[in-house]
């Protein structure tokens, strides 16, 4: 049972906006920087956002992260059928000494 | 272009053991944190363990606690998971990633524990 708490799904149409809420504790997200992770379909996950809101060079600057005390969050805008996947938050946490990833969020351009 | 490439995967009855290896190109090695992260069939993504640039500090989940071992060899850009008393629980696609941040993953392998 992972720590770090996601919705099971968002949706929305293409174009529009979607966020995704990564909720934690102070022994991760509360003290530690947030990484997120794309994994399209039968693929390896790929990191989307890493340090909170920083994007590694190619990915576009239509995916954002931010956070705020024990929660985080990820948004996409001008939402594409191409940005359909599962997307995962992930911290260190110094409680349990390791990695700790959400539960992740499937989201569905409709 | 930074490359990381599982092997070792396959079939394994309960109990038994597996070695994974990551063979990692394109980037210095001996200079990075490196990572296991396992995912069940149609779970999500699990932390397994992480192993420091000189191998003095490893860190593992605890459901594998005592059971795994987490190892590298920088001299052969390699890194390992030695996976002894295997459940049927363990039955994951196992990535080997760069960094306890996981910047670049493998392509996985996939263990299947059954009997």
């Known amino acids: 049972q992972s720590v770090l708490t996601q919705p099971p799904s968002a949706s929305e149409t293409p174009g529009q906006r979607v966020t995704i809420s990564c909720s934690g504790s102070s022994s991760n997200i509360g003290s530690k920087t947030v990484n997120w992770y794309q994994q399209l379909p039968g693929m390896a996950p790929k990191l989307l956002i890493y340090?909170?809101?920083q994007r590694p060079s190619g990915v576009p600057d239509r995916f954002s992260g931010s956070k705020s005390g024990t929660a985080a969050s990820l948004a996409i805008s001008g939402l594409q059928s191409e940005d359909e996947a599962d997307y995962y938050c992930a911290a260190w946490d110094d409680s349990l000494n390791g990695y700790v990833f959400g539960t992740g969020t499937k989201v569905t351009v409709l | 272009e930074v490359q990381l490439v599982e092997s070792g995967g396959g079939l394994i009855q309960p109990g038994g053991s597996l070695r994974l290896s990551c063979a990692a190109s394109g980037f210095t090695f001996s200079n990075n944190w490196m990572t296991w992260v396992r995912q069940a069939p149609g779970k999500g993504l699990e932390w397994v363990a992480s192993?420091?640039?000189?191998?003095?500090?490893?860190y593992y989940v605890d459901s594998v606690k005592g059971r795994f071992t987490i190892s590298r060899d920088n001299a052969k850009n390699s890194l390992f998971l030695q996976m002894n008393s295997l459940r049927v629980e363990d039955t994951a696609v196992y990535y080997c990633?760069?960094?306890?941040?996981?910047?670049?993953w493998g392509q996985g392998t996939l263990i299947t524990v059954s009997s």
């Open positions: 340090s909170n809101n």
């Open positions: 192993i420091k640039q000189d191998g003095s500090h490893k």
């Open positions: 990633a760069r960094g306890v941040s996981c910047d670049y």
